[in-house]
């Protein structure tokens, strides 16, 4: 059974926003985390940097949650 939506209250939303919005709550939390510890001044473009830390808790995200 492969899934394609989900149902949350009467809305039907596919899988892959799911996984997004996730990625973006972990990010979000990630992003405090890694610029409280000074991280993001190892980057040239530390909003590239960012999207790219984000694309990539995305990407993990949909390989672990869709099958």
Excluded at 36 to 59: D, E, K, Q, S
Aim: hydrophobic share 65%.
């Amino acid at each position: 059974m492969q899934l394609e939506q989900i149902e949350i209250g009467g809305v039907y939303l596919p899988v892959l926003l799911i996984c997004l919005a996730g990625a973006a709550v972990v990010y979000f939390c990630l992003r405090g985390l890694l610029s409280r510890i000074w991280v993001y001044r190892a980057f040239w473009h530390p909003a590239l940097a960012g999207a790219a830390v984000y694309a990539v808790i995305a990407a993990a995200l949909i390989l672990w949650l869709v099958p």
